[in-house]
């Protein structure tokens, strides 16, 4: 075997032990039924006999840039691994608790503070994950493959004759006079082949997990990691190992059929996909590992003041400003200063760069960094959950997802961080070649 790198792979549950407000509709104000998929963080080790990172992907809608800040420092203190060279990516189910502070569209709500017991159970579950995986380093070979699967998604912001864009969260019946483009619909999978069977694999797919809400009575309040769990389940029976699922650029992308067992038809489809490529993996021939990370300058696109941000959402309960003042009580807490730093994160397995971002990513900022570097994945909510990242052109077509009410940073922020993308990774790849 190729002598090089090193995997290791670890699993653990999260999914709550008592009834929680779930994170992702905001008027979903009533707590969880139950369980229909289980949640969990998993946990992949990849080490060059230099340097070590972890990627963790856990089932929740987002974990905000503070959250992560603290997590990063949890892990190097319990492993001795730090930021740039962890990255933490999130699913996107909207069946999962949040660990931050949430606003509900009922003033009734209003703002929820994250259960204690729950982050205290995803924190511990995140340091056992990361030392397991840590321990179970052994030899491994990267093996990758990128596979289109065009069939289960859309754009739910198709592009009418006049060229600006109307919102479809299911697909129309008529679309006869819509574009439902772009899409990035490849299905990317990197697994880990060891001397016994594969070790592990990491998948990569933008689509919105947002399926199966109408298969029983209520399902919008029973907690679900969505289709990934049975992309991960299919897949990881098939191959004898744990599999990670990061979401790709899905900021603009839903399923074409999200009800009754799509859930399940759409994490079989991909891990089917995955199975049958199998004649098309290839070995990684670049045995290094690495991180880092850019810091991109933003102001807040909706300045608040932090120091009356709380009374005025306290005054505005019931009125025709409660949304306004809850957006700016939520907005308040995570830029007091009305300023962000972006991370722009690169985390090298081999040849491939995975790219974390904080945002819901729109797929043409996918689709443009994959054809200037075509060994690049793109992670979104990754690194923090701040907003809707579109292009600047998208913002003039108006849409969900390109409005003050979804972006967090000017209109130009999405141009901006592409082009910090391009530069980090034309860095990272001029000093890899030989």
């Known amino acids: 075997m190729q002598a090089g790198l090193s995997a ?80 933490i990516s999130c699913t996107h189910t909207h069946f999962a608790p949040a660990v931050q502070a949430t606003i509900y569209a009922n003033p009734a709500t209003g703002l929820v503070e994250p259960d204690p017991a729950h982050v205290a159970l995803v924190e511990t579950q995140l340091v056992g994950a990361a030392r397991e995986a840590l321990a179970r380093l052994q030899p491994a070979v990267l093996e990758r493959v990128c596979v289109p699967v065009p069939g289960l998604l859309f754009n739910r912001r198709p592009r009418r004759p006049d060229g600006m864009v109307t919102t479809s969260y299911l697909y129309p019946g008529d679309d006869t006079q819509l574009e439902f483009l772009p899409t990035d619909d490849e299905l990317a999978v990197l697994r880990f082949r060891g001397e016994h069977g594969i070790i592990g694999a990491l998948t990569n797919f933008g689509c919105h997990p947002v399926t199966g809400t109408d298969a029983i009575p209520e399902g919008e309040r029973y907690i679900s990691a969505d289709y990934p769990h049975y992309l991960r389940a299919e897949l990881g029976g098939a191959w004898k190992c744990p599999v990670l699922f990061a979401l790709g650029a899905a900021g603009d992308t839903v399923p074409i059929n999200r009800q009754g067992e799509c859930r399940m038809r759409i994490g079989r489809a991909l891990a089917d996909t995955a199975i049958l490529a199998e ?57 007091p200063s009305n300023r962000f730093d972006i991370p722009v994160q690169e ?73 910090e993308i391009e530069a980090l990774l034309g860095q990272s790849s001029g000093a890899a070649a030989p």
């Not at 570097?373 to 979104?380: C, D, E, G, V, Y």
């Open 8 to 87: 290791g792979v670890a699993i653990r549950d999260i999914s709550p032990a008592t009834p929680q407000l779930l994170h992702g509709y905001s008027a979903r104000d009533s707590r969880s039924l139950g369980i229909r998929e289980p949640l969990s963080l998993r946990c992949l080790a990849v080490g060059d006999g230099q340097r070590t990172v972890l990627v963790i992907c856990l089932d929740m809608i987002g974990v905000q840039h503070h959250v992560c800040q603290r997590w990063y420092e949890l892990l190097e203190s319990e492993t001795g691994i730090g930021f740039p060279h962890i990255l």
């Open 279 to 335: 004649r098309r993996y290839r070995p990684d021939p670049v045995m290094h590992v690495g991180g880092e990370c850019r810091l991109l300058s933003a102001a807040a696109m909706v300045p608040v003041d932090a120091a009356t941000a709380a009374d005025r959402f306290e005054q505005s309960r019931g009125g025709a400003s409660y949304g306004e003042c809850a957006q700016g009580l939520y907005r308040s807490r995570l830029y």
């Open 347 to 419: 985390v090298r397995l081999g040849s491939v760069s995975l790219v974390a971002l904080p945002f819901e990513v729109f797929s043409e900022i996918s689709l443009r960094m994959k054809a200037a570097f075509p060994n690049s994945l793109l992670l979104s909510c990754a690194g923090g959950y701040q907003g809707y990242l579109p292009l600047a052109h998208e913002c003039v077509r108006e849409g969900y997802g390109a409005t003050p009410e979804s972006m967090h940073f000017a209109s130009d922020t999405g141009d901006r961080v592409l082009a």
